[in-house]
């Protein structure tokens, strides 16, 4: 069997988990598998490094955090952009070649794959890099000497022979690219959580891991910022049908199974819910009520690679219109300086910008929400039990979101979760 394993940045953190992952490996081989493992860097490094690159940037003496997407937008070039992935992509190289001597200190064979070496091709497009194809003849020689192979994740090289990224958390997405490629009989993303939980264990104590979840809800979990997977790599899964199985790297128990839908999945209305704290919402008042206005709007945004998520345009009042809509909070400064700085077609201006980034948005997600009705009204009822005001509402066929306060997120989260009766019994039951 061909095993690809995906060791994430918590559980690299260190040597003795380092050295822990490597008994793991030796595991997996001394059952007659073959195996790949794609390595992050290890926890903080990635933020650190992006520190480094903003404080560059800074007044002398300043330390600039890293929040967010890759830099602020004053620094952001593609000159600039192609050194940050030569220094981020270095994270990784360290504990790819750290985890290859640990193996060998534990008495196997491995070899350490990085940047050039590795095989995984991409376009140019620095700090979120797409995969144009992987050449996977290197890794398999390795495979074939007896080694295990260690690559590092989340780069790749363009057709210049440059070192890309392929965005944040994207050693999921490496791990899925490779074990896709391999025909990997199972990709496993070993993580500090023992799977994926009805919501994030971290903000609601009593969460409760899935053991089956399609690819579709987990797509759209990952969509909303439940780190767990990172979005693309879902996708990739999807697209590819590739196997995947998230589970802890501290102890071998099963994990949870992202799978095609199977129809016993309908059943359960709700499946996950998730809160992403990191969007900011707009508001546009008095637009000219003239065709072409939001088209230009949202052109202009995603011109400058400003990803909006909700959009509401009111109903129009004597020629004017209000529009509001989010954006990630990283992004909000950009935002609004190239909105400040834009004419409408006409001529027109809106009569005030506002911004408001003490927001967050609130989603429950599930396939049963295809063939049951009023789920809508249960989430509004229960956030209205608990004085919760809705300021923004999205809906897709397998979800809600709803924008409110920051300040209330996690308490939406919490009662959306408990409301729905994801806090008891099985959160999802295994196939009979
Ligand atoms: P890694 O370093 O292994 O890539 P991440 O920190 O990127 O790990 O992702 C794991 C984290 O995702 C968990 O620690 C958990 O807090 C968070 N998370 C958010 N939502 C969920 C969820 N629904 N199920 C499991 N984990 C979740
Ligand atoms: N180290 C990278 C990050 O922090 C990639 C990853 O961990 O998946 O985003
Ligand atoms: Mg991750």
Redesign the pocket.
Known sequence: MLVLQ??????VADLDRIRACARRCLGVVEQGHQLVVIV?AM?GQTNRLIALANSLGEAEGSTAAAKGPYVVAAQRSPARDRELDQLVATGEKVSAALLAMAIMDAGGEAVSLVGHQLGMHTDRNFTRARITHIDHERIRRELDAGRVVVCAGFQGIDEAGDITTLGR?G??TSAVAFAAAMQADVCE?????D?????????VSH?R??DRVSYEEMLE?AAL??????SRSVELAMKHGVPVH?RS?LHEGPG?FIVPEEPSMEDVVVS?V?LDRNEAKVTLTEVPDVPGTVAALFRALGEAGIVVDMIIQNAAHQGHTDVTFTVPEAELPRARELLEGMSLPGGGRPAAILTDPGICKVSVVGVGMRSHAGIAAKTFEILAAEGINIQMVSTSEIKISVVVSERYGELALRALHDGFGLHQGPARAERP
Do not use: F, H, N, Q
């Not at 995906?6 to 559980?11: E, H, V």
């Not at 993303?189 to 959580?193: A, G, N």
């Not at 799977?195 to 903000?203: A, E, K």
């Open positions: 995906k060791y994430g940045g918590t559980s992050s926890a958390g050693s999921d993303i070993l993580t500090d959580v799977g994926v939980y009805t919501t994030d264990p971290r903000v969460a891991k899935i979990l910022g439940a780190k767990v997977l990172c998230v790297s949870t996950v998730a």
